[in-house]
């Protein structure tokens, strides 16, 4: 398994491995280390190997096995709550592989690898939930987030939503409030010391609904807040901080409910 200087050139466990996955080498190694010499269980084995090869299942087999990831792992860093956004993805991926896998098994003509296929768990609610949960392609760590997918959580999409699209918003809200009041020289802005406003030329004055609140007095116009306003400003002066607080809290969250799922 190891050479004198530690390393693995060299050695049986070298010369034998061409594995697809990280837990089949360290299966390989494990066997090699603690052999068995029960004969019947080394024959089936043989056997199955014959079979593999006779019908050329390893064509398929192989490939299905490679876009598997380091499950056992993964299984790990999970239940530790250290999983990272590519350790779900790699999950997810392995999950969505499982069926095609023991489907294949399953067309061994000699039957040998039935008892294998049967042994394959499929976890379609894991692998969807996951699937909603996390983008295709997430970044390392949660740190800066963009790993939670859009359309899993309605307040994380609003605050996306704000912080990327305020301008938009604010024409929309601006507009709205046009047709609402009759004012047409209403205006939205902001500015940094006073934030958002809505603003009326001083001829409109009078037209003033009420829950119009007085934020600022100009030469030629007056600027005012309303509760919606106000509301959605604080929304978008926190979009981001919120944004990242929330979807760090749906990350966790998601851990833990992998951890309840997985758990034997």
Same mark, same amino acid.
């Given at each position: *398994? #190891?050479?004198?200087?530690?390393? !693995? $050139?060299?050695?049986?466990? %070298? &010369?034998?491995?061409?594995?697809?996955?990280?837990?089949?080498?360290?299966?390989?190694?494990?066997?090699?280390?603690?052999?068995?010499?029960?004969?019947?269980?080394?024959?089936?084995?043989?056997?199955?190997?014959?079979?593999?090869?006779?019908?050329?299942?390893?064509?398929?087999?192989?490939?299905?096995?490679?876009?598997?990831?380091?499950?056992?792992?993964?299984?790990?860093?999970?239940?530790?709550?250290?999983?990272?956004?590519?350790?779900?993805?790699?999950?997810?991926?392995?999950?969505?592989?499982?069926?095609?896998?023991?489907?294949?098994?399953?067309?061994?003509?000699?039957?040998?690898?039935?008892?294998?296929?049967?042994? *394959? #768990?499929?976890?379609?609610?894991? !692998? $969807?939930?996951?699937?909603? %949960? &996390?983008?295709?392609?997430?970044?390392?760590?949660?740190?800066?987030?963009?790993?939670?997918?859009?359309?899993?959580?309605?307040?994380?999409?609003?605050?996306?939503?704000?912080?990327?699209?305020?301008?938009?918003?604010?024409?929309?809200?601006?507009?709205?409030?046009?047709?609402?009041?009759?004012?047409?020289?209403?205006?939205?802005?902001?500015?940094?010391?006073?934030?958002?406003?809505?603003?009326?030329?001083?001829?409109?004055?009078?037209?003033?609904?009420?829950?119009?609140?007085?934020?600022?007095?100009?030469?030629?116009?007056?600027?005012?807040?309303?509760?919606?306003?106000?509301?959605?400003?604080?929304?978008?002066?926190?979009?981001?901080?919120?944004?990242?607080?929330?979807?760090?809290?749906?990350?966790?969250?998601?851990?833990?409910?992998?951890?309840?799922?997985?758990?034997?």
């Amino acid at each position: *398994i #190891s050479n004198l200087s530690g390393g !693995e $050139s060299h050695t049986l466990a %070298a &010369v034998m491995d061409h594995t697809c996955t990280a837990m089949g080498g360290r299966m390989l190694r494990r066997w090699l280390g603690n052999p068995i010499r029960n004969r019947t269980t080394l024959e089936q084995r043989l056997f199955s190997i014959d079979s593999i090869r006779e019908q050329r299942l390893h064509d398929t087999l192989q490939p299905l096995l490679r876009t598997i990831g380091d499950m056992e792992r993964i299984l790990s860093r999970i239940a530790l709550k250290s999983a990272r956004p590519r350790d779900l993805a790699r999950l997810r991926d392995s999950l969505t592989t499982l069926p095609a896998l023991q489907q294949q098994l399953s067309e061994d003509q000699t039957q040998s690898l039935a008892p294998l296929a049967q042994k *394959i #768990s499929t976890f379609p609610q894991t !692998e $969807s939930l996951l699937t909603q %949960a &996390v983008i295709e392609n997430p970044p390392m760590i949660i740190r800066d987030g963009g790993v939670i997918a859009s359309g899993y959580d309605a307040e994380l999409d609003e605050l996306r939503s704000i912080r990327e699209n305020a301008g938009e918003l604010l024409q929309k809200l601006e507009k709205r409030e046009r047709e609402r009041t009759g004012i047409a020289t209403l205006k939205v802005g902001y500015n940094r010391v006073h934030g958002y406003y809505i603003e009326i030329g001083k001829a409109q004055h009078g037209e003033i609904p009420s829950e119009y609140v007085r934020r600022q007095t100009l030469k030629a116009a007056e600027r005012f807040i309303t509760p919606e306003l106000k509301k959605f400003e604080d929304k978008v002066l926190s979009a981001n901080e919120r944004a990242l607080s929330r979807e760090k809290g749906l990350y966790e969250a998601l851990i833990q409910q992998l951890i309840e799922t997985l758990s034997p």
